[in-house]
């Protein structure tokens, strides 16, 4: 049975800097595409960023791209995003995904799931 199990969140103040850790288990996910979401309260989730599990090929949300980072060691089955110059509006709760799909920033393409860490961003 697959898992994701995410922890870095926290609350900060803006301009701080947080690292968010996926550990994967449960599963064969060396084909596999993993991919960070965010959801605020009463809005639909939203795609930040994606990496293939080789890690050589990435993208990120227009409102992250500069700030942002993600990472893996699939040695470990983990993913990383490093989150740089948080914004209030970054306050959100951050969700770990896995899919079997290259190259997709859509969450439907996406079949697992982990819980979420909640984000918030003090201005």
């Known amino acids: 049975q697959v898992q994701l199990q995410e922890s870095g969140g926290g609350l900060v103040q803006a301009g701080d800097s947080l690292r968010l850790t996926c550990t994967a288990s449960?599963?064969?996910?060396?084909?596999?595409?993993m991919g960070w979401f965010r959801q605020i309260p009463g809005k639909e989730r939203e795609f930040v960023a994606r990496?293939?599990?080789?890690?050589?090929?990435?993208n990120y949300a227009d409102s992250v791209r500069d700030r942002f980072t993600i990472s893996i060691d699939n040695g470990k089955s983990t993913v990383f995003l490093q989150m740089n110059s948080l914004q209030p509006e970054d306050t959100a709760v951050y969700y770990c995904?896995?899919?079997?799909?290259?190259?997709?920033?859509?969450?439907?393409?996406?079949?697992?799931w982990g819980h979420g860490t909640q984000v918030t961003v003090s201005s």
């Open positions: 449960g599963g064969t996910f060396n084909t596999y595409t």
């Open positions: 995904a896995a899919s079997p799909r290259p190259r997709s920033e859509e969450r439907g393409a996406y079949d697992y």
């Open positions: 990496i293939s599990w080789g890690g050589t090929r990435r």
